[in-house]
């Protein structure tokens, strides 16, 4: 069962270095490059809470919360 | 699903620096995520833990990490961990190295390894280029590659550390990229788990050093050149030989169940009449 | 393993057997003549006491896992001889810089290079010195019997441990291999890495305690997470590069060994008391020394013997009170001259060299000539 969340996405912005993998990975185009050049959720109600980009992000700047209800979402690589 | 950043905190050690070391966009950190999700999912707690580094980009992942850690001399990583290993084989022991420190200056102790199949798991990032002293050419950069001292274009065939480890005696064998993060920590906790030398090479992107140099783009597009490029190892096999290209298989290469070093070495001590403490 | 009683040993054979004695339980090496009987015994020896005997690939990674046994709370050693030890000093600057316990036995033959393999010789020395890049201090002991490859390999173990520092057992190959019949002691000092005193989170593997204590080094897996580097290191083991931090760590290694230099150096005199002229001589030299101060008492000169048993920190101050008694210093060694390099700082002017390097050891004749030529 895939629960809609409002804001899921969680950017510490202190440690992101922009490198702009996120935007790129998240399979939903969720995410955008702000002004400053940093990500944020242009489109969070699309989120699926697949984790890519926070498995992705090199300097671990990005999360989606955490929702015990959630169920797993998979994705397959390759 | 494991959160890599809500986990991280756990791992992480609160008094360095952050953001890290490593440049914009550089895969060591994902590699690092994906390294973090393993220890997390085999369950071992942080004193069980040995992270051994090398000298390298790679090495400074030692620094970070809430284990005994141990930052070696460039390519001897792989020696500090068997002598650790053979002093107390109940530590779990992973050894981080770049492809320069595993295979050019740590090549002897790499192959040595494999062949005394000492239970010890290898990490070994791939980012074909010396990131940290400025993109000199390395084992692993592809030929007619640029670097800072191939201004000229790479001579030299670079190794596949695949089929070098696998050659040599390694247990456990697999492959997997920066793009394929969450196989990275699947393999990485494969590895951790097996009794045995395992080897892992994490293919990761320099787009500094490396990817300006030769035109691959930015460190998205060298992600995407390795979905491109990389294919199970079933699907790689039916490839014909003469037409394999830039392609690669990722994935479990080898597996293999055999005694380890120091399950032999407990015959000696039967042999000599004595008694492992 | 036979003890108290009188054994016809070889200084290789001593040396394991000292080892074993102390504690040592992971050898970790790559055969080089003449030190490998070493080895060999220890394959043999090792397995029976619950340690382990690995032969690695080459000298490099023989430091390297001696290095990380001892992280892991096991006594460890290795043994080489002049090439071999070449190759270790990348990692034994790591053991100096990381203030890591081990001993590395150096069985020294005829050099430079390949050398002269089956050949014995005192070249390295300096190279026990001053081997590695950057600064740190060493200690280096020079055994010149087959009992003392047995008693200074234990005090090798002994001050590796009090003093976090690897220790070099430098013997040359005429000690190494010379048999003797021996009397092992019943009694021996052994000293064990000794309990962290404070818990977990206030442990700092490289603080500055006050009265240059030295912290203990707690093993790997026991609960005290930290980092060992061979960078330059703050209190805490990581990487520093702030000046302050810096000058710390850097001074920390040579104070911990300089503040201790009357537990560290030991020495032997032979009838110093009235000498004129003093032979400063180490190792199987030392012997031959010996002989030529027994002749010349016959001939009536008032010669002595100075041996440093521990050659680096040498032995410095000693041998400045003698140069207030003696008038002349006769430096005999199988080299160009290493150990007269070092007695020249102490005494200028007034020292004199007798020096072999063709593969035979240094005759007390040959000691002799020059204490005879020499004018008084």
């Known amino acids: 069962m895939k629960q809609k969340n409002d804001d899921p996405i969680h950017i510490f912005s202190r440690w992101c270095k922009k490198c702009g993998i996120c935007i790129a990975i998240c399979p939903k185009n969720v995410l955008e490059s702000g002004t400053a050049g940093y990500p944020y959720a242009a489109r969070p109600k699309d989120c699926i809470m697949c984790g890519l980009c926070d498995i992705h992000c090199p300097d671990y700047a990005i999360t989606v919360k955490k929702n015990s209800d959630i169920k797993e979402a998979e994705h397959e690589e390759t | 699903m494991i959160h890599t950043s809500e986990t991280m905190y756990k791992y ?56 005994n850690t141990l930052h070696t001399t460039h390519g001897r990583a792989l020696s500090f961990a068997t002598g650790i290993k053979l002093a107390n084989p109940e530590l779990n022991i992973i050894v981080v190295m770049g492809d320069g420190d595993a295979t050019a200056i740590g090549g002897n102790h790499l192959i040595h390894t494999c062949r005394r199949n000492i239970d010890l798991t290898a990490l070994i990032i791939n980012n074909n280029i010396y990131g940290m002293t400025g993109g000199q050419y ?53 590895a951790i788990d097996k009794k045995g030398f395992s080897v892992v090479e994490a293919l990761s992107q320099c787009p500094v050093q490396y990817g300006r140099r030769n035109k691959k783009g930015s460190a998205v597009d060298m992600m995407m050149w390795y979905k491109d490029n990389s294919l199970s190892n079933p699907a790689f096999k039916k490839i014909p030989p003469g037409e394999v290209g830039e392609q690669f298989p990722v994935g479990i290469l080898v597996d293999l169940d055999e005694p380890d070093y120091l399950e032999r070495y407990s015959q000696i001590v039967k042999k000599a009449g004595g008694d492992r403490l | 393993m036979k003890r108290h009683k009188d054994l016809l040993l070889h200084g290789n054979e001593a040396c394991a057997m000292g080892a074993l004695a102390a504690g040592m339980r992971l050898f970790a090496g790559y055969p080089i003549t003449p030190s490998t009987e070493i080895a060999e015994f220890l394959s043999v020896e090792l397995p029976k006491v619950g340690g382990t005997f690995i032969q690695m690939e080459d000298e490099i990674s023989s430091m390297g896992a001696i290095i990380g046994a001892s992280l892991a709370g096991v006594k460890s050693m290795t043994a080489t001889s002049g090439p071999g030890f070449s190759l270790m000093q990348e990692n034994l600057g790591f053991a100096a810089m990381a203030e890591i316990p081990c001993v590395l036995v150096n069985v020294m033959r005829g050099g430079p290079s390949t050398g002269m393999p089956t050949r014995p010789s005192q070249g390295d020395v300096m190279q026990s010195r001053w081997g590695t890049h950057g600064a740190h201090p060493i200690i280096v002991l020079s055994p010149q019997s087959v009992l003392e490859c047995y008693t200074l390999t234990i005090h090798a173990f002994n001050l590796a441990e009090k003093y976090r520092s690897p220790v070099i057992m430098l013997m040359d190959g005429i000690v190494g291999h010379m048999w003797e019949n021996v009397q092992l002691p019943e009694k021996i000092e052994v000293i064990d890495r000794p309990e962290p005193s404070v818990p977990p989170d206030w442990y700092n593997p490289y603080d500055n305690l006050p009265g240059g204590e030295i912290v203990p080094l707690v093993p790997f897996g026991e609960g005290y997470r930290y980092h060992v580097t061979g960078m330059v290191h703050d209190k805490s083991g990581y990487p520093t590069l702030i000046h302050e931090e810096v000058e710390q760590c850097l001074d920390k290694l040579i104070y911990k060994i300089k503040n201790n230099l009357h537990d560290i150096i030991r020495i032997e005199e032979y009838m110093l008391e009235d000498a004129d002229i003093c032979i400063v001589a180490h190792g199987s030299v030392a012997r031959s020394a010996r002989e030529a101060v027994n002749i010349a008492r016959n001939e009536g000169l008032k010669v002595g013997l100075l041996r440093p048993i521990t050659l680096w920190p040498f032995p410095r101050f000693h041998l400045e009170n ?48 020059k204490i005879e030529g020499a004018a008084l």
């Open chain 3, 322 to 369: 003698i140069s207030k008694k003696v008038k002349l210093f006769v430096v005999p060694e199988m080299n160009y001259g290493q150990v007269y390099g070092e007695v020249l700082k102490s005494c200028p002017k007034r020292a004199v060299r007798v020096t072999r390097v063709d593969g035979e050891l240094v005759t007390p004749a040959q000691i002799m000539e």
């Open chain 2, 12 to 67: 992480l050690r609160p008094d360095k620096k952050f953001p890290h070391v490593w440049c914009a966009g550089c895969g060591i950190g994902i590699v690092m995520g994906a390294l973090v999700r393993a220890i997390e999912r085999t369950g071992f707690t942080k004193d069980e833990i040995v992270l051994v580094s090398g000298i390298g980009c790679s090495g400074r992942m030692s620094t970070y990490l809430d284990f």
């Open chain 2, 138 to 190: 390395s084992p692993t950069t592809p030929m007619e590659c640029k670097a800072s001292t191939a201004q000229y274009g790479t001579i030299e065939k670079p190794f596949d550390i695949c089929k070098l480890v696998e050659a040599c005696g390694a247990s456990f064998v697999a492959r997997s990229t920066t793009y394929h993060a969450k196989m990275l920590d699947a393999m990485l906790s494969r």
